[in-house]
């Protein structure tokens, strides 16, 4: 449509403009002022004067212990399922295998990477608990006591098992259609100039993919960073996770500072954008590639 | 070229769907075991006999809806308008969606507590009562939590449902024919729009009903402090209501799955 | 002797009614430019791919050089292919592309980077080494792809509509450089198109192929000026048909619209009163007479007059048929008006009789 000059146009823009304020004044009041809040007073003593000392406290026991555990569990469910997921893709799109199988399995992983919280937490522990059915059917039937040597679905080997069951179909969900991006004539053209299926994968495929796998790995550690629910549910709070420390500290106030909280939460916040931050750029060179 | 199945593909896949069904399976016939030395549904019919359960699982129902409600207001006429008019704010508004991810559950409530537990003052004067003093605006909260958690979900199946239809020209040879702007979304956009958000309203209602993080922090009967709770002193009533809770989630995104087949969707997760 | 021949070769694809590719007999001489010619689905591609190893010959068999390649798998056949949608590899540099070939074949670094270069100079892209493909155009891109496939040094080069997915111009000048760098190193080279002007205008011998199976192979000035059959004649070119009547069989004389005209030879194995069709060539009709006695008259209502920059074409109304008449254009030519009455000659020889 064509636009006169002078006030038309100017006038147009501000009406336009309104169309977007409900979004952005939700967005104002249910997602920037509460963490503003937070993160402004992380910054401030309980008297209100500016302070870096509850940052500095972060480096004070428990506290790095709490970052330190969440990071270890992150990256080891984020490589572990991402391994199996990427492994798990593979075999569907490129490993030949029959075709219904696929909707099947997306149907499923799609529930499975849902499906966290409280009631996976009852899952495992109904499944690998003390008298879980696997536990009991591994000593009844193959002899193995794995409680008796150690293991403790309770701990970090248990808690990161748990969460590998949502964080690998993630990784398949993302990975099926991405490896499907990788055009037929690439692989083609390598056969013809001479490669194996071996020297395909190693120099075209993976390389190809690696942007997009590192990017759903960096994903999967935000998404196992800021779980709440599944860790509580299962632990009951015993095992020192910064999201878990941040609940404590919400209950009841166990720092006797209720700064140091929020200088936690905002410690966190910076760690989760850096994963997202990484995540959208290497989404973006992945597609510049796929295309 | 003969395409031949490798071993090495089955061997991961295999894996893969015994670390999908083993957990589902122990967990059902766990919940079966209520009664000793026999395989019964007790633990169902204990779990569901609990008026607890109902209370909570209709409070978390009706939170649900009211999520879904608020969420498509907020959603689709923004992601209309900026889809039609501002592309230029996309970036901005497709931000917004990612912060749910940058600031998870946990970090959420913290804020809502912080904020809202007293009353919203503007230099000492305050002009707002605090949020959490009564029920009714603590729902409110809750709910806006919710929303929060759906957004990104929401925003992504309303976005993809958009681009699948011309919006422009639909929109404009609704003009011509005399629509205003009620009647195009309501009677033109929204029916087209139908599938996707069928989609983000039945992923809303997996997310919120399990959900325990900011129920649990709020104080708010829901269905997931419930079965937190009844974890503690019960072993296979939680088993049970476990599968019960899948068996919702998978009905949701079978439903899904069934009405978008054939369109290209984005994924739809995330952990709590 | 033949360098590629393709003998009774034969592709059903399972679960297929018909065959993609039936009864395919060619021979290509060492050096040659052959190019398959056809609409969609005719089976050119397919064929090609069978060359290239990536699908296998339900019967038959595939000689490159003297040995048998029929089930040779494509990684060791050592035959160039140039894609339709050039399948660069978007995770290396153009260099990067370029040595894949020789790479993966183990050669020595500095062999490579030699071979490299000189391939970056044949295809007059010396600069753009180090970029990667997303930073390329298409014309670009489709060159890098030509490269790549000639630093193996292959005994045979393949291309598969490598030009479809490019802009009308580029097509002409791109299309040109392939044939130039091809006489060059003189590799023999098999080049699938649907467009028949760069059929015609870049191959020593066109194969046209219709529904799976060889229409006919010549070269293209055999191809556009005896054609063997209706599809080949309509197929490359612009072709008129016109409904006809048998009058005189041993004379040759026909009725088209009640006109007589004249067939180059006696009509074998016709009867007065049959219906055939004949083709004339729209470059070979003339407003002009040339008063020779073996020339044919025919005359008919001017429907429309296009100016197609270098050529005048005159659309004729004859009974129901519409006749296209092209001439060369031509300040001084008088042009006809639209309802005007036209007289049309052309040579008796230059008129086709089909089926």
Same mark, same amino acid.
């Given at each position: ?12 823009? *501000? ?12 967005? *104002? ?100 608990? $003390? ?106 709070? $015993?095992?020192? &996770?910064? *999201? ?11 720092? $006797? ?8 939460? &905002? ?20 597609? $510049?590639?796929?295309? | ?21 083993? /957990? ?94 007293? /009353? ?13 003093? #009564?029920?009714? #605006? ?60 069928? #989609? ?24 997931? /402090? ?47 | ?5 393709? !003998? ?26 052959? !190019?398959?010619?056809?609409? !969609? ?114 005994? +045979? +080069? ?22 130039? =760098?091809?006489?060059?190193?003189? =590799? ?119 100016? +197609? ?47």
């Amino acid at each position: 449509m064509a636009t006169t000059l002078s006030t038309a146009p100017r006038r147009r823009l *501000t009406w336009t403009w309104l169309g977007l304020v409900p979004f952005f004044l939700f967005a *104002t009041f249910f997602i920037f002022l509460p963490s503003a809040s937070l993160f402004i007073d992380s910054f401030r003593n309980q008297q209100g004067q500016f302070t870096l000392d509850n940052v500095i406290g972060l480096t004070r026991s428990p506290i790095p212990e709490s970052y330190w555990l969440s990071i270890q569990i992150s990256a080891v469910t984020a490589i572990g399922g991402g391994l199996l997921g990427f492994l798990m893709a593979y075999a569907l799109t490129a490993g030949n295998l029959p075709r219904w199988l696929y909707p099947v399995t997306l149907t499923f992983a799609g529930v499975a990477s849902n499906f966290a919280g409280v009631a996976l937490a009852f899952a495992f522990i109904s499944t690998l608990g $003390r008298t879980g059915f696997v536990t009991v059917v591994l000593r009844d039937y193959f002899g193995l006591d794995i409680y008796g040597a150690g293991f403790n679905l309770y701990g970090f080997l248990g808690l990161s098992l748990t969460y590998m069951f949502f964080q690998f179909p993630l990784m398949l969900l993302i990975m099926v259609p991405a490896i499907e991006g990788l055009k037929r004539e690439w692989r083609e053209a390598a056969e013809n100039l001479g490669a194996s299926a071996f020297q395909y994968w190693s120099r075209v495929g993976l390389p190809i993919l690696l942007p997009s796998i590192l990017g759903t790995m960096l994903l999967l550690f935000g998404n196992s960073f800021g779980a709440y629910a599944t860790a509580y549910a299962l632990t009951g709070g $015993r095992l020192n &996770l910064i *999201t878990i420390q941040i609940g404590a500290q919400m209950r009841g106030d166990v720092l $006797r500072n209720p700064n140091l909280g929020y200088a936690m939460a &905002l410690g966190m916040v910076v760690i989760m954008a850096v994963c997202i931050l990484g995540y959208t750029l290497l989404q973006r060179v992945s597609e $510049r590639w796929l295309k | 070229m003969a395409r031949r199945v490798s071993w090495f593909a089955w061997i991961w896949f295999i894996v893969g769907c015994l670390y999908f069904i083993l /957990p589902l399976w122990g967990t059902f016939v766990f919940s079966l075991q209520k009664q000793r030395g026999t395989l019964s549904v007790a633990a169902y019919i204990s779990a569901f006999a609990d008026p607890k359960f109902g209370e909570t699982f209709l409070f978390s129902n009706i939170m649900a809806v009211c999520t879904i409600i608020a969420s498509l207001l907020l959603i689709v006429p923004t992601a209309y308008w900026v889809h039609l008019r501002m592309p230029k704010w996309r970036p901005l508004v497709e931000f917004v969606t990612l912060m749910p991810f940058v600031i998870p559950a946990i970090v959420l409530v913290f804020g809502f507590i912080k904020l809202y537990s007293k /009353p919203i003052t503007v230099f000492g004067i305050p002009i707002f009562p605090s949020l959490t003093e #009564s029920e009714f #605006s603590t729902n409110i909260l809750l709910v806006a939590g919710y929303t929060v958690l759906s957004l990104p979900y929401m925003y992504r199946a309303v976005d993809n449902g958009l681009r699948a239809m011309d919006v422009g020209t639909l929109t404009e040879a609704a003009q011509s024919l005399g629509a205003g702007w009620g009647t195009i979304l309501w009677r033109v956009i929204i029916p087209n729009l139908r599938t996707a958000l069928l #989609s983000g309203a039945l992923l809303t209602f997996a997310i919120v009903v399990g959900e325990l993080t900011i129920a649990t922090f709020l104080a708010r009967p829901a269905f997931g /402090p419930y079965l937190a709770l009844l974890g503690n002193h019960k072993a296979y009533e939680p088993a049970a209501l476990a599968i019960v809770s899948f068996g919702l989630t998978w009905v949701a995104l079978g439903i899904i799955n069934w009405i978008t087949r054939g369109s290209r969707g984005g994924v739809v997760t995330g952990a709590r | 002797m033949a360098f590629l021949e393709l !003998s009774n070769v034969r592709k059903v694809f399972p679960n297929a009614q018909t065959a993609a590719v039936e009864n395919f007999n060619l021979d290509v001489a060492p050096g040659d430019f052959v !190019s398959f010619l056809g609409p !969609s689905g005719c089976g050119k591609t397919t064929t090609l791919r069978m060359i290239a190893g990536f699908e296998t010959p339900t019967t038959g068999r595939i000689v490159m050089d003297g040995k048998d390649i029929t089930d040779m798998r494509p990684n060791q056949r050592n035959i160039g292919m140039v894609f339709q949608s050039y399948a660069l590899f978007p995770n290396m540099t153009v260099a990067d592309n370029i040595g894949f070939g020789l790479s993966v074949a183990g050669t020595p670094k500095p062999a490579i980077k030699q071979r490299v270069t000189e391939m970056l100079a044949l295809i007059k892209l010396e600069q753009l080494g180090v970029r990667y493909p997303y930073q390329l155009s298409g014309g670009q891109q489709q060159r890098v792809a030509l490269a790549r496939a000639l630093a193996i040094r292959p005994k +045979l +080069l393949l291309l598969d509509e490598p030009l479809s997915a490019l802009d009308a111009k580029i097509r002409v000048s791109l299309r040109n450089e392939i044939r130039a =760098i091809q006489r060059q190193l003189g =590799i023999t080279t098999v080049y699938v198109t649907h467009d028949q002007e760069e059929a015609l205008s870049l191959s020593d011998r066109v194969v046209v192929m219709n529904q799976g199976v060889i229409e006919q192979a010549g070269p293209p000035f055999e191809i556009y000026n005896f054609p063997k059959s209706a599809f080949v004649a309509s197929f490359v070119g612009t072709l008129n048909l016109l409904a006809a009547e048998v009058a005189d069989p041993a004379a040759g004389a026909l009725l088209v619209d009640g006109q007589s005209i004249y067939a180059p030879a006696a009509l074998e194995g016709r009867q007065r009163g049959d219906k055939v069709q004949i083709a004339l060539r729209p470059e070979l009709l003339s407003p002009d007479c040339t008063g020779r006695d073996d020339e044919n008259q025919i005359s008919g209502i001017v429907d429309n007059v296009a100016f +197609l920059g270098a050529i005048v074409r005159i659309h004729v109304r004859i009974g129901d048929a519409s006749l296209l008449v092209d001439e060369f254009n031509n300040p001084h030519l008088a042009v006809p008006a639209i309802g005007d009455r036209i007289a049309l000659y052309f040579q008796r020889e230059n008129c086709l009789v089909i089926n």
